[in-house]
């Protein structure tokens, strides 16, 4: 048995918390992935795994994962700069993101990234759910707002401001809020996974409050929010790069702009195994590059960010 396969099947073991979602990722069997733990274990003569309803580590587990995972990951960026002296980046990346960014932002920068590295064949899935990286066959996520603690490496490639949007005819029948106390007077446009129970969460000096609003409509769809709003139903927290264009075209209003809420950033994310691949930095440098800081979305609203 290869030293190198044992140590990539135990690092998907360890990191896919189970040999099921680990034989997954490989592309083999669940049989093929125990026989290769028992025969690494076997070779070298201590236990790595605590058996239970869990895998747990032990202690000498814990030291060869970490050990592996850096010797992996010094092998590929010695091949890869091999290669790379006198090739382009080349191979394939897959990658998951949110479906809103991905539509107005993601798209048409992964078209030119590709451009670029033409020899980078890119998989790319787009989903507003979080995929699990250490149980699917991702390279890479691109993910939004604040991110969970855990062992996988976030890079931010930019800032992600939110706005609370209104269209000219709803603020002109309903009025205009001036402080967030008058929320509870407005129809909302709520996005489940954020405002599950109708209440806004707005930083008022420094810190984080909760703001009634009424519930005209409840939705797991951005696309959905946005043309609520511009229809005339009611207020909605929008990501800036979704509703920049409606702003700039007169079809909605920036509400309370200084209690906008945080939006967190706009991240890239990957396992530890992966930190030293030169596809994944180019992908996070070329990002990064491209889009700016302030991302360039926003330069197209700064007036109306500046007039609020």
């Given at each position: 048995?290869?030293?190198f396969?044992?140590m990539?099947?135990?690092?998907?073991?360890?990191?896919?918390?189970?040999?099921?979602?680990?034989?997954r990722?490989?592309?083999t069997t669940?049989s093929?992935v125990?026989?290769?733990?028992?025969?690494?274990?076997?070779?070298l003569g201590?236990?790595?795994?605590?058996?239970?309803?869990?895998?747990?580590?032990?202690?000498?587990g814990?030291?060869?994962?970490?050990?592996?995972v850096?010797?992996?990951?010094d092998?590929?960026?010695?091949?890869?700069?091999?290669?790379?002296?006198?090739t382009s980046?080349?191979?394939?990346?897959?990658?998951?993101?949110?479906?809103a960014?991905?539509v107005?932002?993601?798209?048409?920068?992964?078209?030119?990234?590709?451009?670029q590295?033409?020899?980078?064949?890119?998989?790319?899935?787009?989903?507003d759910?979080?995929?699990?990286?250490?149980?699917?066959n991702?390279?890479?996520?691109?993910?939004?707002?604040?991110l969970p603690?855990?062992?996988?490496?976030?890079?931010?490639i930019?800032?992600?401001?939110h706005?609370?949007c209104?269209?000219?005819?709803?603020?002109?029948?309903?009025?205009?809020?001036?402080?967030p106390?008058?929320?509870?007077?407005h129809?909302?446009?709520?996005y489940i996974?954020?405002e599950?129970?109708?209440?806004?969460?707005?930083?008022?000096?420094?810190?984080?409050?909760?703001f009634?609003?009424?519930?005209r409509?409840?939705?797991?769809?951005?696309?959905?929010?946005l043309?609520a709003?511009?229809a005339?139903?009611?207020?909605a927290i929008?990501?800036?790069?979704?509703?920049v264009?409606?702003?700039?075209?007169?079809?909605?209003?920036?509400?309370?702009p200084?209690?906008?809420?945080?939006?967190?950033?706009?991240?890239?994310?990957?396992?530890?195994?992966?930190?030293?691949?030169?596809?994944?930095?180019?992908?996070t440098?070329?990002?990064?590059?491209?889009?700016?800081q302030?991302?360039r979305?926003?330069?197209?609203?700064?007036?109306?960010?500046?007039?609020?």
């Open positions: 048995m290869n030293q396969q044992e990539a099947t135990y690092i998907a073991v360890v990191e896919a918390t189970n040999i099921s979602a680990a034989a990722r490989l592309g669940k093929v125990s026989r290769r733990i028992q025969q690494l274990e076997s070779r201590i236990v790595l795994f605590e058996r239970g309803k869990q895998l747990g580590l032990t202690d000498a814990q030291t060869f994962y970490h050990r592996s850096q010797l992996l990951a092998l590929a960026q010695t091949e890869e700069a091999v290669r790379t002296e006198h980046l080349h191979g394939r990346l897959r990658l998951t993101a949110p479906m960014f991905s107005h932002y993601l798209a048409p920068l992964l078209s030119e990234f590709m451009l590295y033409p020899l980078v064949q890119l998989d790319a899935e787009y989903s759910s979080y995929a699990n990286l250490h149980q699917e991702y390279d890479i996520a691109i993910r939004i707002g604040p603690d855990s062992e996988l490496v976030a890079q931010r930019c800032t992600n401001r706005l609370i209104a269209s000219p005819a709803y603020l002109a029948r309903r009025g205009t809020p001036t402080d106390n008058q929320l509870y007077q129809d909302g446009l709520l996974q954020r599950p129970n109708g209440m806004l969460q707005l930083p008022v000096n420094g810190h984080i409050q909760s009634r609003i009424g519930r409509l409840r939705t797991d769809n951005a696309f959905h929010l043309a709003a511009k005339g139903l009611g207020l929008l990501p800036a790069f979704m509703a264009d409606a702003v700039a075209a007169g079809d909605l209003q920036i509400v309370l200084a209690y906008s809420p945080d939006g967190g950033d706009i991240s890239a994310v990957y396992r530890q195994s992966k930190r030293a691949s030169p596809k994944i930095q180019a992908l440098r070329f990002l990064s590059e491209h889009i700016g302030p991302p979305w926003e330069l197209a609203i700064l007036p109306y960010l500046q007039a609020g």
